[in-house]
């Protein structure tokens, strides 16, 4: 018989507990029988499509493996009135060879009934468990992948000299902000919780690498700006002097007392002695030999000056080579800080078995 009889024979008020969302098929009209045997049973049968409420737990998203209920009760008949049970053995027939879902591979399901006590009473229950288990090919695609890769383009820019620094600058940024774009799309793919999971961690290592490269060329690009301006200041003092040269306006020059006296510059000095001595008072260093006279003896002597004393040895800092010896060490290092979490992440997360049986935070359709 037809579903019309349905109102004239009794039947339990069965419900799907968890059901978000239910849709009994009228095409072209109810799509549902009732068969009375020949001892009384009635057997009744719907065409529902239902939309399941599905508790998950993400710590793990995406190798996170999940476990989805369907339970079904009597909404007003205690257990005392009603008891649910499955009505065989195997009640639930799937084909998992033509079963095809876009995101989850269905590894198993199972059977369970019992009675559940609410603060109205307790209710007899039957239900059906299914195992889930995430496909990884959408996530290795299109998250994995391309970060990597922005990654290592971030890695690239190390090779390229810090005077190039528009075409560094601009690929250091890009891969930074490409990076975040996807960091913020892919986040929008799953529900918002309060814990990190597993691509939380692989996005973020990600942005820290990319602008701990960025940050690496900001200081080594400053070294170079630093001996960029000493080698202008050098040039622009050679200039002066040669200019000064060029008007014999050169002077005399104070040199350390001798016996109570002071010299000076010889006028026999040639210009390219003077030069020289002119130069050792910029640049902190002395000649071997240098030729002056004594106001007190008016006699030409040669003074020996030389830098016996540890105060005149100076180092002088070559900031361009620091930054290429720095860019030089943080070429392998960034590498091999990217390899070993890579090899940390994916060993832990591909062995990972995690079904949860707990009360999560997160709520999906399935």
């Known amino acids: 018989m037809d579903g019309t009889l349905k109102d004239k024979i009794w039947l339990p008020d069965s419900f799907f507990v968890n059901a978000k969302d239910e849709v009994l098929h009228n095409s072209p009209k109810q799509n549902s029988y009732i068969r009375i045997n020949y001892d009384g049973s009635v057997f009744t049968s719907y065409r529902i499509t239902l939309v399941l409420a599905c508790e998950m737990t993400l710590e793990l998203f995406p190798f996170d493996t999940q476990r989805c209920h369907m339970r079904i009760e009597s909404y007003s008949f205690r257990a005392t ?4 049970k499955w009505l065989t053995p195997d009640p639930i027939v799937i084909d998992k060879v033509k079963l095809n879902l876009p995101q989850y591979t269905l590894r198993n399901y199972f059977y369970d009934d019992g009675i559940i006590q609410y603060p109205t009473g307790s209710f007899s229950h039957v239900e059906v468990n299914f195992i889930f288990e995430r496909q990884l090919g959408f996530y290795v695609f299109l998250a994995y992948v391309p970060s990597a890769a922005l990654v290592v383009l971030s890695w690239l820019t190390l090779w390229i000299e810090a005077t190039s620094s528009p075409a560094r600058t601009t690929l250091g940024i890009t891969t930074a902000l490409a990076l ?46 630093i001996e960029e301006r000493r080698q202008s200041s ?58 002056v006279t004594s106001p007190c003896k008016k006699k030409q002597e040669k003074m020996l000056f030389r830098r016996k004393d540890s105060s005149l040895k100076i180092t002088v800092t070559d900031y361009r080579k620091m930054g290429l010896t720095l860019d030089q060490y943080c070429r392998p290092l960034f590498l091999l800080v990217f390899l ?27």
């Open 234 to 291: 050098h040039v622009y003092n050679g200039r002066k002097l040669q200019a000064r040269e060029d008007r014999g306006s050169l002077g005399d020059l104070k040199v350390p007392e001798h016996r109570g006296s002071t010299w000076s510059v010889s006028s026999s000095v040639d210009k390219r002695e003077r030069s020289s001595l002119y130069l050792s008072k910029e640049n902190l260093w002395l000649p071997t030999e240098v030729l």
């Open 180 to 225: 975040v774009t996807q960091s913020t799309w892919l986040r929008g793919q799953i529900p918002k919780v309060a814990y990190v999971t597993a691509i939380d961690i692989w996005m973020t290592t990600c942005e820290v690498l990319v602008f701990a490269i960025m940050i690496e060329f900001v200081f080594v690009y400053y070294l170079y700006k």
């Open 81 to 84: 009135e009603v008891v649910v």
């Open 340 to 366: 070993g979490f890579n090899l940390f992440y994916w060993i832990k997360y591909i062995n990972s078995d995690f079904t949860p049986h707990s009360s999560p935070t997160a709520v999906w359709d399935s």
